[in-house]
Each structure stands twice: as structure tokens, then as C-alpha cells.
């Protein structure tokens, strides 16, 4: 997929996770991690620019999505400071589950494509596809972007409903 459709699939994918957060209280960290995580949705696709690193590669795995989100969580750890009570622990697995949603969404969307992905390199390089659209299309890649925002609209009108 393109911009539009992985900003849309980090959109979708962290609607009900920014729900939780905002019905217990901590609207303002939902809004955060929904920026967070529209900004980071395209992490994967910096292998372009990385030599010798194969496009659909390492930076489209389970393992670095979950590497991202060590490494949020170990920038938030550092910007709360060293001592970790409750409350910043929270913070820092809030920073650490954005971080991994982000490149989740990520392959989701790619998942969606004929050239799919390889998420458990590297266990295993076995590709999996839905092989439902191109990356190219237009229209999948905006169709995934109105289903974000229509989730994101739907979980804002949801707080305020519910609060």
C-alpha cells in the first residue's frame, strides 16, 4: 500500500486500542498515540532507502514491530525520567503497545496486497497474501484512509457518548 492506505490501516487498526485508553480517563494520551501511530505507519518503508536491505524485508516482520515498540518505549522511558513508578510504567508500556500497533497496521495493509509480506522472518520465510488489491490502486489506498477516519470519528463520537 501507499501513504494514504497505511495512514488509513494505522487509523483503523488503532481505533478500538485508543477507545480503551480514552474511556479510562486518558483522552489526551489516546490523541497522542493516534498521532504516533499515523506517524510511524510508514517506518516499514524506509527500506527503501536502506542499502543491501530487501524491500518486504526485515522492516516488514513481527519481530520489528515489536522492536519499534522497544524502542518508543525506551524514548518515553528516557523522557519520564529513571525512576519508574506506576504511573510512568504505564506510560512506557502505553509508548511500547503504540509503537508495535503501528508496524502491525503497517503489514495488515500489505498483507492486503499480491506481494504480501513475510511476518515471522526469521523463523520462517514463508509469504502470506489476501492478495486482495495492488499497492498501487487508488482507490484501496483511499478506501483504507476513509475507514480509518470513519473508525477514528466513530471512537471520538463513542468517548463522548459514553463519558
Do not use: K, Q
Not at 479510562?24 to 506517524?39: F, I, K, N, P, S
Request: negative net charge; hydrophobic residues 50%.
Amino acid at each position: 500500500m501507499y501513504r494514504p492506505g497505511h495512514y488509513g490501516a494505522a487509523l483503523l487498526t488503532y481505533a478500538p486500542f485508543g477507545l480503551f485508553v480514552s474511556m479510562t480517563g486518558y483522552e489526551t494520551a489516546a490523541v497522542v498515540g493516534c498521532v504516533l501511530a499515523v506517524g510511524l505507519s510508514t517506518v516499514p518503508d524506509y527500506d527503501y532507502h536502506v542499502p543491501l536491505v530487501e524491500h518486504r524485508g526485515p522492516t516488514h516482520t513481527l519481530l520489528f514491530a515489536v522492536l519499534v515498540g522497544i524502542a518508543l518505549a525506551g524514548v518515553t522511558s528516557a523522557l519520564v525520567g529513571g525512576d519508574l513508578a506506576y504511573a510512568g510504567l504505564g506510560v512506557v508500556a502505553f509508548a511500547f503497545a503504540v509503537g508495535t500497533l503501528s508496524i502491525v497496521s503497517h503489514l495488515l495493509a500489505d498483507l492486503l496486497t499480491p506481494a504480501g509480506i513475510r511476518p515471522f522472518w526469521p523463523l520462517s520465510n514463508r509469504r502470506y497474501t489476501l492478495d486482495v488489491t495492488p499497492a498501487s490502486s487508488t482507490f484501496a489506498n483511499y478506501a483504507l484512509l476513509a475507514l480509518g477516519v470513519l473508525a477514528i470519528f466513530v471512537t471520538a463520537v463513542g468517548v463522548s457518548v459514553l463519558s
